[in-house]
């Protein structure tokens, strides 16, 4: 069984769709990418920061999957990252109402001895600088850094994305960030380009429509599965970021091939995850479902062709 | 060897990208159908309509692919069916500068004798009521009718589009259009319902984010191949659609897995199409540069995964 440190928010999120809204509920990037992970055959462990007010009950729910939360720190009278948006009837378009940084603001990671060397590092969406101290603290190089980024933080922090960049395997960006990242509009340019940044693998998500893998000359697409009804697209991008680096430390191969597989699997989650509200699908999410949907998924790709 | 007809549209097109721009070159529906059907085995034929200012050397391009012209009706004194159109940055936008309808404006399409009992017909998008007139001209029910169409007949023609709808086979239109067509706004929901008022395959079309196939509770979906570059989109949804139509004439098989590997075919036309201005890269590609984008198609999409 691999082991994957997982780094990022615990959050909560209050949520407005077109068909419904939420008060504050259990939300954030570890959350996503914790639940999603804990579908695989993977010791995973939270570093993280939540106030005071988190309720019991939500870190239950964690903990239920059996993800570590040792590094998960509890301020003492401080409160909860909060996120407030509602999402347009063009559900690829969403306005933050509310960001509240409280306890975040001043996160300093501390990753548990027993992580320190874990097979693979999932660092969620944070300042870069933050995610740096992460893989500072790691006493053997991990098999694979998976790192998630934001236009907010090319806006910002920019040097010190550049340099993080450096010291990781795979970045996980949407196009248009791709896009604003290198200046190139297509994105195999501009997937080029950030492998000669560090990583040397490059995710582009795409949300409902799909994600790309890139690796020197090899480029691979999995569809996002056309659903009837997305309900909330909030953390579909960190379910797939999950399900992506979980399956990797589960099967401990980073062939091309097996990466493949991990976007398949990361793809198949976050189509779930759009089903509920916040993190609600993933809590009931069963095996069966899961595999029912991975066959959805091969029935949608494959063909067969006579090639001469 | 399997017989298609093809209506639609021969054209002039005046093109202007952020990368050049053209004056008036060949353009139209038709054309672009008839040179992507060509690469397949198939007997195929034109009904359209031209002006006296129509370049017989531009149509000697199309009868260099073996495509029949004889229902091709050129108007003595008349002038062809001309449009411009620029193209933005993000070259998903375009702005149609000119329309002149000329000689199209009369167009009532002669079916050739020969060719009323072809296998398969590709209506090109024109006025319903004029694609109407095809199908009643047709001797022998065609084993597969295809029509293409767009948002102006919605707004203009929809029940003379309804109408057509209940006659044919398979259609392909765009994501916003089928969005349009049913008010439904998943294409999953949006192509049941457009099942329901006939065509019993649904092909929507994404451009840059690819094409699905919908059947009953199939669901097939083929990515655009990710390009370095994108010239000029001009045409590629019907080269699409005569890639598509040409294979199903050719293999005169229309099961599902055929379907698929049509769609595919058609996906890998476009990706030439884009490439150059206009006709102008279909008319020098080659059997070899074909196959070998095929291939890249498969390495693009296929993936082995255990299931359970």
Redesign the interface.
């Known amino acids: 069984m691999g082991t994957l440190l997982i780094v990022g928010t615990v959050a909560f999120d209050a949520i407005e769709t077109p068909f419904g809204k939420t008060d504050k509920i259990l939300g954030g990037a570890a959350t996503f990418i914790g639940l999603a992970a804990s579908q695989f055959e993977v010791e995973a462990a939270i570093v993280s920061v939540v106030g005071e007010d988190m309720p019991k009950e939500y870190l239950n729910l964690l903990s239920a999957k059996n993800v570590d939360l040792s590094g998960l720190e509890i301020v003492k009278g401080g409160k909860t990252f909060f996120w407030k948006g509602k999402y347009h009837?063009d559900l690829n378009v969403r306005d933050t109402l509310v960001t509240e940084l409280n306890t975040l603001a001043d996160f300093k990671p501390v990753v548990p001895q027993k992580f320190k060397d874990a097979d693979v590092v999932m660092l969620g969406n944070l300042h870069p600088s933050v995610q740096m101290s992460v893989i500072e603290q790691m006493v053997v190089q991990p098999k694979l850094i998976v790192l998630d980024t934001m236009n907010f933080w090319m806006d910002n922090a920019l040097a010190e994305l550049k340099h993080v960049m450096k010291h990781i395997d795979v970045i996980t960006i949407n196009d248009e960030e791709a896009r604003q990242l290198t200046g190139e509009?297509?994105?195999?340019?501009a997937a080029e380009e950030i492998q000669k940044m560090g990583p040397r693998f490059v995710v582009i998500k795409?949300g409902e429509?799909?994600a790309?893998l890139f690796h020197k000359e090899?480029?691979?697409?999995a569809?996002a599965l056309?659903?009837?009804?997305?309900f909330d697209p909030t953390g579909a991008g960190d379910t797939f970021a999950g399900g992506f680096a979980g399956y990797l430390a589960a099967t401990d191969n980073i062939s091309f091939?097996n990466m493949?597989?991990a976007v398949?699997h990361g793809s198949n989650l976050a189509s779930f995850c759009v089903e509920r509200f916040g993190t609600e699908r993933m809590h009931t999410l069963t095996?069966d479902e899961i595999?029912k949907r991975?066959?959805q998924f091969?029935?949608?790709?494959?063909?067969?062709?006579e090639?001469?």
């Open positions: 009837n509009y297509a994105l195999v340019k795409k429509h799909g790309l090899h480029v691979f697409f569809p056309p659903l009837e009804e997305v091939n493949k597989r398949i095996r595999n991975l066959h091969k029935a949608l790709t494959q063909f067969e062709i090639l001469q």
